[in-house]
């Protein structure tokens, strides 16, 4: 099954200063949200199959339009996230089915590699409802420098039978990074922890 | 009159397929740039302002161009425009009111001329304040399938001292516009208005 979508909406945040220090080069994050229907909502139905399917479809989908707006290459994608916000008619468990399973393959395919987790968050409620997308170096998750969010709304959704559906990328960690911990040009990228 | 202290700036930028109706061959793009930045006068009773208008005028023109580059980069595809601000706690409306003439001035500049007057929203308000900015046809405010709106906030913006700015553009009509009244195709685009 592939994704209805309403629409999609792209977010591009860029840092300059911070407590008047100047941040150079600024940091950049960029979140990509779908607006998809939910094939289930109102109704209990036990193979969820096809959001499965549908995640597949949109971490690669969401992945390269962050790429895309922050105009770099897969590579230089520094750290990544995920999380979905489901319509009042869905349940928390169509979040999971969208985002574990299989949005996470295209996702690394998208920004190159991605030995770590990706970290999720997900939650149900209605439109413009806040949704905090958690961010964590994509090949090292212990990386204390590049452990961030991004919040993203939309006025108008998720509707009853919608769910929202986010990626998040950065081409770099916090603005003003120091309290230590393992650093970016410090790991070995292997076991997508350290 | 010191220059412009800019924090960040976000960029929001939608691609809307469809609302309920037949999904759009070509969807509705509608953007919004908000630039966060130091308000000067912040803090105290300033009798003269209006110095601050032309320091901001460089700023307006970068952010016109910024939106119009997340859009696709051609000028002739943005049809609506507006405008709006949310001035941090220690500033006051007034200090709003700033935005008009360099926020209208920009656009009309980056565009080539818009003959219609730019909507605008103001207001007060602190981090995560969400304005409403609205939305009219670049040439002819009366032209009824153009009338939107775009919510817009900085989760960690304005703080106190601070201001954030706002230009938002859109491609075209409401994605299933049919309300009737005058049509983009009619206009005259002489006074601004039809």
Request: hydrophobic share 40%; aromatic share 4%; net charge negative.
């Amino acid at each position: 099954m592939s994704a209805e979508i309403r629409k999609i909406t792209v977010f591009v945040e860029e840092t300059l200063t911070e407590m008047g220090q100047t941040i150079s080069p600024s940091t950049r994050k960029a979140a990509a949200v779908a607006v998809i229907a939910n094939p289930f909502a109102g109704r209990y139905v036990e193979d969820l199959t096809p959001l499965i399917e549908i995640g597949a479809e949109l971490g690669g989908l969401l992945g390269r339009k962050c790429v895309e707006v922050l105009g770099i290459s897969p590579a230089q994608v520094e750290s990544y996230g995920k999380a979905a916000l489901v319509g009042e008619d869905g349940e928390l468990e169509h979040a999971a089915a969208l985002l574990h399973p299989s949005l996470g393959k295209p996702l690394r395919e998208a920004v190159e590699k991605g030995a770590a987790l990706v970290p999720s968050s997900k939650k149900r409620g209605g439109p413009g409802r806040p949704l905090d997308i958690p961010l964590g170096h994509k090949d090292a998750a212990y990386v204390r420098s590049h452990f961030d969010g991004m919040e993203v709304s939309l006025a108008d959704a998720p509707r009853p039978a919608e769910i929202m559906v986010a990626v998040a990328l950065t081409d770099s960690g916090r603005p003003l990074a120091r309290v230590g911990g393992l650093k970016a040009s410090d790991i070995e990228g292997k076991d997508g922890l350290r | 009159m010191p220059d412009v202290k800019i924090r960040k700036f976000l960029t929001i930028v939608e691609e809307i397929y469809h609302e309920g109706g037949k999904p759009v061959a070509k969807p509705l793009k509608r953007g919004a740039i908000v630039a966060v930045i130091e308000n000067p006068f912040a803090g105290s009773y300033h009798e003269e302002i209006t110095g601050f208008m032309k320091d901001l005028e460089p700023l307006g023109l970068d952010m016109a161009k910024r939106l119009v580059a997340a859009l696709g980069g051609n000028v002739a595809d943005v049809e609506g425009y507006g405008k709006g601000i949310i001035v941090g706690q220690a500033g006051e409306l007034e200090h709003g009111a700033l935005w008009h003439a360099p926020g209208g001035y920009a656009m009309r500049e980056v565009l080539g001329g818009a003959k219609a007057i730019v909507p605008s929203s103001k207001k007060v308000g602190g981090p995560g304040t969400r304005l409403d900015v609205p939305v009219t046809h670049i040439n002819a405010s009366y032209v009824r399938s153009h009338f939107d709106s775009i919510e817009v906030g900085v989760p960690d913006g304005p703080r106190a001292n601070e201001m954030a700015v706002v230009l938002v553009m859109t491609t075209g009509p409401r994605v299933h516009a049919r309300s009737g009244g005058l049509k983009a195709e009619d206009i005259k685009g002489e006074d601004g208005l039809r």
